[in-house]
């Protein structure tokens, strides 16, 4: 796959539901030496239930960061970010679909 698309991939952009997995996926991507950015996001897997990971401004802060590196080599970031999760209660659930506030009327 890499060998056939070699010269069309500029980068690549790894969204994990959880850490620990990445060092492989990375390990394995730089195996057929492609010499592009690799943008790796992560969340930890210990979570609770009641708590919403947002991963639609997670995906679109990877895709915006994976974009800006793509044409200038540097997101303007860190390496590791933080970004706030939701605590959801009976008194919010009703606002949130997806992943992400529900979009308004």
């Not at 994976?66 to 860190?78: H, M, N």
């Amino acid at each position: 796959m890499f060998k056939v698309g070699r010269d069309d991939i500029d980068g690549v952009l790894v969204v994990l539901p959880n850490f620990g997995d990445e060092k492989c996926v990375t390990d394995t991507l730089k195996l057929p030496s492609l010499q592009v950015p690799i943008l790796v996001q992560v969340y930890p897997e210990e979570l609770k239930a009641t708590s919403l990971q947002p991963v639609a401004e997670m995906a679109s802060q990877a895709a915006i960061q994976a974009d800006k590196w793509i044409k200038t080599g540097s997101t303007g970031k860190p390496e590791k970010q933080s970004i706030d999760m939701v605590l959801l209660t009976p008194e919010n659930a009703d606002q949130y679909e997806k992943f992400a506030p529900k979009p308004k009327e």
